[in-house]
């Protein structure tokens, strides 16, 4: 019996990370239904069946290079949200060196020592000139 599954699995795409987050989000969602009554307990129950039946045909399909694009896609939408918490904890640790300015044309953020007084800051993305106290 485990051969027979091994070679009807063979040559599936398998697990990935937007297959994990799929599951994840499913059984979120199946918890969440508990707490829920009527409409509402329904309506995640039925979006939380839909999103693991996806799971379960994404990991059974043979089309690798679709289930590829599909998962490059949901990591670049990942690595998008987690440089950006990335980047306001880095910030927060630097806090106590330098002060952070936008600038008022591209909205790049600058980074400027502290205790300088007011200064004149030239933006290094678009040439912007701005002034700040620091």
């Known amino acids: 019996m485990r051969y027979r599954i091994s070679q009807w699995l063979s040559g599936r795409y398998g697990v990935d990370p937007l297959n ?3 599951s994840v989000f499913s059984c979120a969602l199946f918890i969440a239904s508990i707490f829920f009554r009527g409409y509402w307990s329904r309506l995640l129950l039925i979006i ?3 999103s693991l039946i996806f799971c379960y045909i994404r990991m059974m399909s043979k089309n690798f290079e679709k ?3 599909e998962n490059q896609k949901y990591m670049s939408f990942i690595d998008k949200i987690t440089l950006a918490f990335r980047l306001r904890k880095e910030r927060w640790r630097q806090r106590g060196e330098y002060k952070f300015f936008r600038c008022p044309s591209c909205h790049t953020m600058l980074r400027v020592p502290k205790g300088k007084g007011r200064i004149n800051i030239v933006c290094c993305k678009c040439g912007t000139s701005f002034q700040g106290k620091t």
Do not use: P, V
Request: hydrophobic share 45%; aromatic share 0%.
């Open 67 to 69: 289930r590829q694009s």
């Open 48 to 50: 939380g069946i839909i």
């Open 20 to 22: 994990r987050a799929l």
